[in-house]
């Protein structure tokens, strides 16, 4: 199976900061890959398919990149309803697997 | 407007069975795999089946293949997942999901709102 680990486990930052959430494969996933946005209390919302494309309706504030083994999510600009815990998947092969989650706070 | 409704949660003793059901509405449902996820309480997400539009391909975690069987009725816009052998460390929340694209691999677009499934003695 493809472990997917992220990194940091939980930051914590400012409005109007520049934030990078990092989710490392343990092998090669192409670009199969998805960030997710989970509120408290709420189901997870996509914010992000393919690695870097972004879902519609999301905010242009959010990105991603990568491919391979290696991806991150950016936030360029920190807002107060960005308060969540963020979540790779990866959706190369099954069993599909999830990262342990990021959580974003606020300083 | 897409819709998933999840039912079917509640207590359950451990070795026991539940049948988890998912009304969807919006959105053609034969057109779309559909998945299952779960998460234990005050932990992270752990994607627990996902079944093609058809219904003829199925796919598992290791820690459910064999106990837990997703299925769907295409006629009554309906997902299932029927869990067997049940263990503590099945408790947790269970969402239904529709992957965001038509005949291809996707990630899940649509969340239903969680249903939650407890097993204790």
């Known amino acids: 199976d493809i472990q997917m680990t992220q990194s940091p486990s939980t930051l914590s930052a400012s409005v109007g900061d520049r934030v990078t959430i990092t989710c490392r494969a343990s092998?090669?996933?192409?670009?199969?890959l998805a960030w997710y946005q989970q509120k408290p209390g709420k189901a997870p919302k996509l914010l992000i398919y393919?690695?870097?494309s972004l879902e519609s309706g999301v905010p242009s504030r959010f990105s991603g990149s990568g491919s391979g083994t290696e991806f991150t999510l950016t936030i360029s600009s920190l807002q107060p309803d960005d308060l969540a815990t963020y979540y790779c998947q990866q959706y190369n092969s099954y069993p599909w697997t999830f990262g342990q989650g990021t959580k974003v706070e606020i300083k | 407007e897409v819709q998933l409704v999840e039912s079917g949660g509640g207590l359950v003793q451990p070795g026991g069975s539940l049948r988890l059901s998912c009304a969807v509405s919006g959105f053609t449902f034969s057109t779309y795999g559909m998945g299952w996820v779960r998460q234990a309480p005050g932990k992270g997400l752990e994607w627990v089946s996902v079944i093609s539009s058809s219904g003829f391909a199925t796919y598992y975690a290791d820690s459910v293949k064999v106990r837990f069987t997703i299925s769907r009725d295409n006629s009554k816009n309906t997902l299932y997942l029927q869990m067997n052998s049940l263990r503590a460390e099945d408790t947790a929340v269970y969402y239904c999901a529709k992957a965001r694209a038509v005949g291809a691999t996707a990630p899940f677009d649509s969340w239903g709102q969680g249903t939650l499934v407890t097993v204790s003695s």
């Open positions: 092998q090669s996933i192409r670009s199969w």
């Open positions: 393919m690695a870097s």
